[in-house]
């Protein structure tokens, strides 16, 4: 349509943008259904006592399979391991991110950008292409602290206890090692880049002030670099939360299972295909990261309005 | 209270002179402005003071103790940045106590001094505001409010007034004086705004390119500039400079200029060959004769004075001040160049004798 005749046609102007927009927001909604349909079914199927592959209305509605999922099952062990894993993994790839980022963001030394690009070449390289290496790294470091446990403790029972949460392969300690370090590339770049952005300013300030460098982080540094720590911490929880090839490699006891291993296995189980309990477990998956989405959206908006410049 | 020395201050990166040896004298209580154009070091400089910097060489005292490796918070100094640099995620309240707090004084006496603070500075209703919810003016008397809460013996400023609008600034100049009145405490200013040095200062020390041009009282500087930086920094709209030469006969010296020959004192000593002559626009009057006639190029009114930029031939522009408002319909104007407001500068730039006829 030109301009011209639109400008001459003004009567029927509004009706013709309202039709546009119609067809508009009729796209949009047929795109945005097209996306959500698989939740959808997720979420109806979850509660639906018959619940088939394919999408219906549940005749009746139902909370047996998030009760299955926990009481017969190991639902609740997977989710705790999970959550214990990656928010484990999380503030140490946070903290690391937090004094990484601000040290490569103020130093100026002529390893700065280097430094910078090694980083970002450690997150090119496919995780897959890595796991040789990494396994025979764990496994030596696992043999040491096993060693170790071994000798400081005598009681049987202890060792074991000790060896499931510190061991390298096959224990916790080793999972939410190799999970930080996954998701560290990505952190420290953006906590540098927002330390780049918090003048230096606040911090000469503070230093006028008499404020000692752990006043400093405390009181200034950390609450400014917040919307960064949300940032990274929302894209280093998720993404670890949805790692399936590390829990894979690294452990093998099913009381370590996190939930995409427990999905994983429960939908390769031999015996007819149980749509109910996938969906349901599918949608206990995700509702941490929608809740860490919601947790961090509060940071993210934050700003520096007001603190610098008119 | 305190005197602040800098003796052969110099600042240097790799092999960058930033500060090429400075060496003046703040009195105590006294308010001093450091001025000149940006790239000056005049930053640098206060950052040495505030101990945010390393001096590379040179001594720098506060109230007669070198203070070179003395930190920041054991100067007893307090800094007003450019950028403010208010805690976004503190009320102003908290913004103005956290010196006192870092510090672990007693609550009560930290809220005690935040009000008192508030108060000079007329900021009682907005302290539990936090920074975004306030105007330019109002952030930077938190700043201020941040400085003196500390009852510093020095305040540091470092062009607080540049985030400004005209108008506030005009405002703040006014009440940065009054605050300084009320408490004594010496005062190193720094800025880029010659009007800020003139209309504030006690002492105005005009810095470029790491070395002082001149230090002195601000009439000083405007009335006998030391040099060429000086006179067209100090005074707006700038001094006019113009190349020319002296010329002899039996009883006189000239200063010539492109057609322009005004006579010197006669016991006038001068070797050199070329000179610049430099005269403010507001001592050049229009002239009844038909002599040194130049164009009319621009004409500017601001109903208090109006200024003409004329220009002869393919010489600089001069600038004209005129008393008033003028609604002039002409072309050319003749000058009369008053010889004893006239200044003499050498070719480098040095004024000749400072009482040039």
Known sequence: MSIASNAITTNGTSQKMTKSQFKTYLTLILISLYCMVPFIWVVLASVDPKASQFLKIPESVSMDHYWNLFANQSGLRWILNSIVINVSATIIALVFAGFGGYAISRTKAWWKLPLLYAIILVRIVPPPALIVPVYKVMLTLNDWVNALINAVFTDVATQQTMSRAFSFVDGYLGLILILAAMQLPLAIWIMKTFFDA????????????????????????????????????LFAFINAWGDFLMPLMFTSSPELQTLPLGLFRAFLRVDAIDYGFLTALAVIYTLPAVIAFSFARKFLTQTFSGGVKG | MAKIELID?????????????????????????????????????????????????????????????????????????????????????????????????????????????????????????????????????????????????????????????????????????????????????????????????????????????????????????????????????????????????????????NGLRIPLAANYQWTGKGIKLGIRPEHIDLADNDQWQYDVKIIERLGIETYLHLQRGKEDVIVVRLEGDHDLDIDKVSLHFPSELCRLFNEEGQVLLPNVI
């Open chain 2, 9 to 257: 201050i110099k600042k240097q990166y790799g092999d960058t002179k930033i500060v090429k040896g400075v060496t003046f004298t703040v009195e105590d209580g006294e308010f001093a402005v450091v001025v000149g154009p940006s790239g000056c070091g005049k930053s640098t400089l206060l950052r040495m003071i505030a101990g945010l910097e390393d001096i590379t060489s040179g001594e720098l005292r506060i109230d007669g103790k070198v203070a070179n490796q003395v930190s920041p918070d054991k100067r007893g100094i307090a800094m007003v940045f450019q950028s403010y640099a208010l805690y976004p995620h503190l009320t102003v309240a908290e913004n103005i106590g956290f010196a006192l707090t870092l510090k672990k004084h007693d609550k009560a006496e930290v809220a005690q001094r935040v009000k008192e603070a508030a108060k000079m500075l007329q900021l009682e209703d907005l302290l539990q505001r936090k920074p975004a919810e306030l105007s330019g003016g109002q952030r930077q008397r938190v700043a201020i409010g941040r400085a003196i809460v500390k009852r510093p013996k020095v305040i540091l400023f470092d062009e607080p007034l540049s985030n400004l609008d005209a108008k506030l600034r005009v405002q703040m100049r006014a009440e940065l004086q009054r605050l300084h009145k009320e408490f004594g405490s010496t005062i190193v200013y720094v800025t880029h705004d010659q009007v800020e040095a003139m209309t504030m200062a006690e002492k105005i020390v005009v810095l470029n390119q790491g070395h002082i041009s001149q230090l002195g009282k601000p009439m000083d500087l405007y009335q006998q500039p030391q040099n060429t930086f000086v006179a067209e920094f100090i005074g707006i709209p700038k001094m006019n400079l113009l190349d020319g030469e002296i010329q002899k006969n039996e009883t006189n010296m000239f200063v010539c200029s």
């Open chain 1, 198 to 233: 918090i003048p230096i300013d606040y911090e000469e300030s503070a230093a006028i002030d008499g404020a000692t460098q752990w006043q400093t982080v405390r009181k200034v540094l950390i609450p400014l670099a917040m919307p960064g720590f949300a940032a990274a911490g």
